[in-house]
């Protein structure tokens, strides 16, 4: 990548903030919803920057003549671009995984697969990143474009040669992924969510489109749920961009589901891959969890499709997944024999398909505690509540992460939608009486925050873990 007369190997960093400017940084002043980093040029100058990315037309105060401007019409892009560049270095394969719902699962069972076979493997998404025993926590589900860059060196670095990530509507709407050499791109599923920030479905849709459109390599390979129906725009637009194709699902021509039968601890799978038949004892429950897998089987199969030894190997590694922390987590022990799970459901589609897929391993009553986060999407909360209501025989609505707005107020509308719900606010009285109250054959999902490890206030953040929170009030049964 060139970028004219300008040599971004002489800068010493770069960065959107300008608090963080250093002597000899590029300082990117992006136009944003809540703020205008166009303001903060002369803040950044004085903090020593050598250049500036701005918006097209944008100026330089004067006596800065030292300082070198760069406009872009796209300027997030442009970082994006600017800081692959800087960082130089990205693990050999990467491919990363969009969609509404399974993102976490599907990054969590690709990077298993590689290490089954002996790769080193990473992952960057919601849970942070991992590789090996090494956990970084981040807050972001797909980190800002330097970061990224500097993450894929760090990796690259340790020669980690396989990457999967996730991909943000938002993040590939703000060019997040932009100048990462992407091998491989799958998509998951598409239902309401963040339309808070896109503003409606087709935004949301168009922005995940980025990534099989624009994003990808043009010698990459889509790895698309056939089952969804988004699907045909997506084969004709990875088609046009002159990628090659995997689908997985009932409906795919790759991997294809012949059958799947519910076991007491998962599926038993009968597929066919590529032509050849084979049989799979998946142990995960969940149809969203399985077709999550399949799209990750499709990822790690996608490097070398006519390698016959490495796609045996990779479907009968199906056999070996486990579950990602946070998501249909088992919390076991329960003294009356009642199953109790975490999961990270928080949009609507996500509580119905964890609801349903609970459902044929409850003898008793199926029994959901969630809530909703505050200042997202509130259009998700009613129906939310309305999902919970008819998919579960007993609902208890209680506080997630309500932010700067009343619990209540965020309840309340919950509520209006969930009929014969119970109210209980406190998230730890919640999970406590609702764990007391099951009985032999029940089935509880803690559902909305997951593997998360705090709860958000409007001026604070307390510790809170649903499965340890749940465990804890198995352990009170038993004392």
């Known amino acids: 990548m060139g970028f004219g007369k300008f040599d971004v190997k002489k800068l010493a960093g770069l960065t959107q903030d300008s608090r963080a400017v250093k002597r000899g940084f590029l300082f990117a002043a992006l136009p944003g919803s809540k703020m205008d980093g166009r303001k903060f040029i002369e803040d950044a100058i004085r903090n020593g920057a050598s250049a500036i990315l701005a918006p097209t037309g944008a100026m330089l105060p004067g006596g800065t003549d030292d300082v070198e401007l760069i406009t872009d019409d796209n300027p997030r892009r442009k970082l994006a671009l600017l800081a692959a560049e800087f960082y130089g270095s990205q693990p050999g394969f990467i491919a990363a995984v969009t969609g509404t719902n399974g993102k976490t699962s599907t990054v969590h069972f690709a990077r298993d697969l ?110 698309l749920n056939a089952d969804t129906p988004e699907f045909g725009k997506l084969k004709k637009l990875t088609e046009n961009h002159g990628c090659h194709m995997i689908s997985y699902g009932h409906g795919g021509e790759d991997i294809k589901i012949i059958s799947a039968q519910p076991t007491p601890g998962g599926k038993e799978l009968k597929l066919e891959v590529f032509g050849k038949p084979y049989e799979v004892q998946f142990p995960i429950v969940g149809a969203f969890q399985m077709m999550n897998a399949l799209c990750a089987f499709g990822i790690v199969i996608a490097e070398a499709p006519d390698d016959q030894e490495a796609v045996d190997f990779y479907a009968k590694a199906l056999s070996k997944l486990q579950g990602p922390p946070g998501r249909l987590q088992l919390v076991p022990g329960h003294a009356k024999g009642a199953a109790v799970y975490v999961d990270y459901a928080h949009t609507p589609d996500a509580l119905k398909n964890v609801l349903e897929a609970l459902r044929p391993h409850t003898t008793g009553k199926l029994v959901c505690v969630f809530g909703c986060g505050g200042d997202r999407d509130r259009s998700k909360r009613p129906a939310m509540g309305e999902i919970a209501s008819k998919l579960a025989d007993t609902v208890i609505v209680t506080d997630d992460n309500p932010r700067s707005e009343n619990p209540e107020s965020i309840r309340k509308e919950i509520l209006k939608a969930a009929a014969g719900a119970k109210e209980i606010g406190n998230r730890r009285e919640a999970i406590q009486e609702t764990v007391k109250n099951l009985g032999k054959g029940d089935v509880l999902v803690i559902a909305g925050k997951g593997h998360e490890q705090g709860q958000i206030f409007e001026d604070h953040t307390e510790p809170f873990d649903d499965v340890t929170e749940a465990a804890k009030a198995i352990r009170e049964l038993k004392a």
Do not use: C
Request: charged fraction near 20%; glycine fraction near 8%; aromatic fraction near 6%.
């Open 114 to 223: 590689w290490k089954l076979r002996g790769l080193k493997a990473a992952s960057i998404g919601t849970l942070g990143v991992r590789m090996g025993d090494t956990v970084r926590s981040g807050s972001l589900t797909t980190p800002d474009p330097v970061s990224l860059q500097a993450e894929l060196a760090d990796l690259a670095a340790v020669k980690v040669t396989h990457l999967v990530m996730e991909a943000s509507s938002i993040g590939l709407h703000q060019h997040r992924l932009d100048g990462v050499q992407l091998k491989a791109a799958a998509y998951t599923n598409l239902s309401w969510d963040h339309i808070d920030y896109h503003a409606d479905m087709d935004n949301y849709f168009e922005a995940k489109a980025r990534l099989f459109a624009e994003v990808l390599d043009k010698s990459g390979t889509a790895i």
